[in-house]
């Protein structure tokens, strides 16, 4: 079972059972895959960064974009369409590229550690996984509907009553690992104070 967060200097390390290590890695890295950029890409940075500057997404195509990738990459301005394609346009794929960067660099450090149970991170490895923890719960969130407070006490009681259905239920398990990288990031969020 996890452990809270402890730091120690520039140190910051917790346990986690190799199951509950293999989770947040399988998150962070369906949370990358979901952020990867869309269209052909040529493996070149500097000629995909100017093929994706000034591109307008289609307005048909964002309608039909994932809902968890849309909270990931919110609109610039809600107000107006035209303000908010323009601004897409010029900042999306940078805010793709930062994000996937930040995920993969989460992905190596938990993947670097030595056997056993202990997570020890330095700390841009800890503030990587801060961020990453943030981005995987907008997603989650996202796909559990939750919007307020109040969505959020919901679910809380929601996963009260669910008792034995825990292991049947995709919502109930998306929930669980919801509650699992909340405490986990506010674990982390306190010893980075």
């Known amino acids: 079972m996890a452990t809270a967060f402890t730091r120690k200097g520039s140190r910051v390390s917790c346990t986690m059972e190799s199951d509950e290590r293999m989770l947040v890695r399988e998150l962070l890295s369906q949370t990358r895959q979901l952020l990867e950029p869309e ?9 995909d960064l ?3 500057i000034g591109k307008r997404a289609d307005p048909a195509e964002l309608a039909d974009r994932d809902p968890a990738l849309a ?3 919110p609109d610039g301005h809600r107000d107006d369409p035209e303000v ?3 601004f897409r346009s ?3 794929h940078g ?8 995920l993969s660099t989460a992905i190596a450090a938990i993947d670097g550690q030595s056997g056993g149970d202990r997570l020890d991170l330095d700390l841009g490895q800890a503030q990587a996984l801060l961020i990453a923890l943030t981005d995987v719960r907008l ?10 407070d109040r969505d959020s006490e919901a679910l809380q009681d929601e996963l009260a009553r669910a008792g034995s259905e825990r292991a049947s239920d995709p919502r109930v398990m998306t929930a ?3 509650d699992f990288l909340s405490w986990l990031q506010e674990s982390l969020a306190g010893v980075l104070l």
Do not use: H, I
Request: net charge neutral.
């Open 95 to 102: 805010l793709r590229q930062r994000k996937s960067a930040n």
């Open 50 to 52: 100017m093929a994706s």
């Open 71 to 73: 909270r990931l990459l």
């Open 139 to 148: 997603a989650l969130g996202e796909r559990l509907g939750l919007r307020t």
């Open 90 to 92: 010029l900042t999306e």
């Open 39 to 47: 269209g052909d890409l040529t493996g070149d940075p500097v000629e």
């Open 84 to 86: 908010a394609a323009e």
């Open 176 to 178: 669980l690992y919801y």
